[in-house]
C-alpha cells in the first residue's frame, strides 16, 4: 500500500471513529410513553407545593406567549420566543396534553429533561431551557413539579419550529455543549453557612436560576465561571450586576432585596421592570421563608459595602431626601426633564403619585443605557387592582433626539458616572425590539402605594 494509502486510510479511521465517538457522546435512549396519569392521583399538598416551585421557576413566563393570557391562549402552552445570539428558540407546551405537551411523560421522563438537559425521545434541548440551574433541583420537588405540571389544563398546542443558523439547528452539537460547559449537580451545601443562607443558595443556583440572567456568557452562550452574577442580557434588558460590581447607588442589603423580591419595590431601588416584574410578581406566589432566604444568600453575594460605597450611598439617600441638586433649564434635556419628569420625581410622594428621586437610580447609574430607555419609551403601567407604581412612556411623543437629550441628561445630572455611548443607536434599538415594549410592570404584585407599607388592592 503507497504511503497516500495508507494516509487515507487513517483519516478515514479517523472520521469513522470520531463520528462512532459522536454518536455515542450525543445518543441518547428515550423513555416509553405512559398513559396520561388522572389528575386525582396526585396528592393536593404535592401539587399546592409544585405551584410554589413552578412560580419560583418562572415556569409560566418561559412557557406562555407574552400577552396570551388576555387573548385567548393558554398558560404554559409554549411558544415564546427566546432570541439568543444563534437564532430564536420557542418554549415548549408543558401542559399534559398527550398529543403535544408532556402529558406522555413519565416522572423518570421530566427528573432527566431537569436534571441533564434530554427530553422524553432522548434528543438534548437548547440550554435556553437553563438545566445547567435545574440539575441542581431535587427529586422531591421535581416531583412536586411534575405534580402541578401533570393538572394543569391540557393544552393542544404544536411546537414552534425552532429558528436557529446553521450549523447550531443541529442538535447533535448540544452534546459538545455540554461536554463542554454543562456539570451536572453540582451545588453542594455549605457546612459553615446557615440553614437559611444554605435554602437561599440552593435556590439561587438551582430552580430560581438568577445566574441565568444576571451573568454575562461567553460566545458559545454558556454562562462565564469566571464572572457569576455580574450582569447580563434578557429580553433586550440589562440584568443588573447583584454582586460587588452592583452600580446600585444604594448598596443593597438583605432586608432591602427580601422587600424588592417580595414586593416589587424598594423605597431606595425603585419599582421592578421589564423581566424582573415577571420574576417578582411569581416571587410573591412562594413562601416569604424562601424569599427570606434568597435574600440571605444573596446579600454575601453583594457583599459588605466597602466604607467609602457606604458613604456615597448614604449621601445619595440623604440628597434624595433633600429634594436633590437644582435643575439645569439650559439644555434641552433639562428643558424636557423639567416638563415631563420633574412633577412626579421630585414631588416627594410616595407611589403611585410620585417617582423615585433618580438619584437612587440604578438605570442611572448603571454602565449600560437600555434599561433607562426603555422605561423612558414604555412607562410603567400599574398592577390591576392595585395602587402601584406608574409612568407614562413617551415612545409616541418623543422622537430619538429628545428621548436621547433627556436620557443624557438625566446621567449627568443624577450620577456621577461618566457618559453614555451609543445612546441614539439604545434607543433606536429599542424602540425595534418587541421585548422592550413589554408591560414594564407585569403583574409586580404587592408594590406598596407607602413604602413602609404594603399595599392592599
Known amino acids: 500500500m503507497t504511503r497516500a494509502g495508507i494516509f487515507r486510510g487513517v483519516i478515514a479511521v479517523l472520521v469513522v471513529g470520531g463520528a462512532a465517538a459522536a454518536f455515542v457522546i450525543a445518543w441518547r435512549p428515550a423513555i416509553a410513553a405512559i398513559e396520561p396519569p388522572a389528575q386525582q392521583s396526585f396528592a393536593p399538598d404535592l401539587v399546592r407545593r409544585g405551584r410554589e416551585l413552578a412560580a419560583m421557576g418562572n415556569c409560566n413566563d418561559c412557557h406562555t406567549v407574552r400577552g396570551a393570557r388576555n387573548h385567548g391562549a393558554k398558560n404554559f402552552a409554549g411558544g415564546r420566543p427566546v432570541r439568543t445570539p444563534f437564532g430564536t428558540v420557542f418554549s415548549t407546551n408543558i401542559t399534559p396534553d398527550a398529543e403535544t405537551g408532556i402529558g406522555r411523560w413519565s416522572e423518570a421522563a421530566f427528573r432527566r429533561a431537569m436534571l441533564v438537559g434530554v427530553d422524553r425521545e432522548g434528543r438534548h434541548l437548547y440550554p435556553t431551557f437553563p438545566y445547567d440551574h435545574f440539575t441542581n433541583v431535587s427529586d422531591d ?144 406566589e412562594v413562601p416569604a421563608s424562601d424569599v427570606h432566604a434568597i435574600a440571605t444568600f444573596m446579600a454575601e453575594m453583594f457583599g459588605e459595602p466597602a466604607p467609602e460605597r457606604k458613604r456615597r450611598g448614604e449621601e445619595a439617600i440623604a440628597q434624595a431626601k433633600s429634594g436633590g441638586g437644582e435643575m439645569q433649564m439650559d439644555s434641552e434635556g ?84 461618566p457618559a453614555w455611548t451609543g445612546v441614539q443607536k439604545t434607543i433606536k434599538d429599542a424602540r425595534g425590539a418587541e421585548t422592550a415594549f413589554l408591560q414594564t410592570s407585569a403583574g409586580a404584585r404587592n408594590a406598596p402605594a407607602d413604602p413602609a407599607e404594603r399595599a392592599k388592592p
Open 141 to 284: 420537588d421535581n416531583r412536586a413539579l411534575y405534580a402541578y405540571l401533570m393538572t394543569r389544563e391540557p393544552v393542544h398546542a404544536p411546537a414552534r419550529e425552532n429558528r436557529l443558523l446553521f450549523p447550531f439547528n443541529l442538535r447533535v452539537l448540544i452534546a459538545g455543549w455540554k461536554l463542554l460547559f454543562f456539570h451536572p449537580g453540582t451545588y453542594r451545601p455549605d457546612p459553615m453557612k446557615s440553614a437559611e443562607w444554605n435554602r437561599g443558595g440552593y435556590l439561587v443556583e438551582g430552580l430560581a436560576h438568577c445566574g441565568a440572567c444576571h451573568t454575562p456568557r461567553n460566545a458559545l452562550g454558556a454562562e462565564r465561571a469566571d464572572a457569576s452574577f455580574s450582569g447580563g442580557d434578557a429580553d433586550n434588558w440589562r440584568a443588573y450586576a447583584i454582586n460587588a460590581q452592583s452600580s446600585a447607588p444604594v448598596p443593597w442589603d438583605a432586608e432591602a432585596i427580601y422587600t424588592y423580591l417580595r414586593d416589587g419595590w424598594h423605597p431606595d431601588h425603585g419599582t421592578a421592570r421589564g423581566p424582573m416584574a415577571e420574576v417578582v410578581s411569581n416571587l410573591s
Open 334 to 417: 433639562g428643558a424636557i426633564y423639567a416638563s415631563a419628569c420633574a412633577a412626579c420625581h421630585e414631588a416627594g410622594r410616595p407611589p403611585p403619585y410620585g417617582g423615585i428621586n433618580l438619584g437612587l437610580s440604578t438605570a442611572i447609574s448603571d454602565p449600560d443605557s437600555r434599561n433607562l430607555a426603555n422605561i423612558v419609551l414604555s412607562g410603567v403601567r400599574p398592577v390591576e387592582g392595585e395602587r402601584s407604581p406608574i409612568m407614562p412612556g413617551f415612545a409616541g411623543s418623543m422622537n430619538d433626539a429628545q428621548i436621547a437629550a433627556l436620557l443624557n441628561y438625566l446621567r449627568s445630572r443624577f450620577s456621577s458616572q
